[in-house]
């Protein structure tokens, strides 16, 4: 139930995860907002905050826990660290903001939710919901942005950390195009 303050990203993500555990509904949070809103943060507070509450409770199950991972869970890595890959072809230094998405994004968490019933032989009120994959679709890339880009504003950040990377990884990408190359080398930068 809403404890009836303005919404807060915390609140929604656990009343979002207490839907689909306890009412076995599909969940939806649309984050919106004008640039430099934080809204790629937010997602990330949310995506997190879904899928590490789990391992919150007592019950976690052991077939899910890997404590050799950040996170506590194969799965839960995996995912949170697709998030950066998504952000380095998608983002861009804007006036703004320096880490602006250029792009939608559609993220989908995938959960197994344990029927209510087995949780209650289990003694537990609330079934679990361990986070299972995910999937996400992006949209409307500003693709002018890779042959234009204004004054003061950077095009998407996987270009600069290409460069930036050791030449024994630039050769094994594009040999003769990115070893020993800066921003000064390409037209389209």
């Not at 869970?73 to 998030?83: G, H, K, P, W």
């Not at 019933?117 to 942005?145: D, H, Q, W």
Request: hydrophobic residues 35%; charged residues 25%; proline residues 3%.
């Amino acid at each position: 139930e809403k404890l009836g303050i303005d919404p807060h990203v915390f609140e929604t993500a656990s009343l979002a995860y207490l839907g689909l555990a306890l009412g076995g509904s599909d969940q939806t949070i649309l984050v919106t907002g004008e640039s430099g809103a934080g809204k790629t943060e937010t997602i990330k507070i949310v995506m997190n905050h879904l899928a590490t509450v789990e391992r919150s409770r007592p019950n976690w199950p052991e077939s899910d826990r890997d404590m050799d991972s950040e996170h506590g869970s194969d799965t839960v890595n995996r995912v949170l660290r697709a998030n950066p890959v998504f952000e380095a072809f998608g983002n861009a230094k804007t006036l703004r903001n320096d880490n602006s998405s250029r792009f939608g994004k559609f993220t989908q968490l995938q959960f197994d939710v344990e029927d209510t019933s087995y949780a209650n032989l289990n003694g537990r009120a609330i079934p679990s919901c361990l986070l299972a994959g995910s999937k996400c679709i992006t949209y409307l890339l500003e693709k002018s942005r890779v042959v234009s880009v204004s004054q003061g504003e950077r095009t998407y950040h996987i270009f600069y950390q290409l460069l930036e990377a050791p030449d024994e990884i630039k050769k094994d990408i594009w040999e003769e195009g990115l070893v020993g190359a800066s921003t000064a080398d390409f037209n389209y930068l």
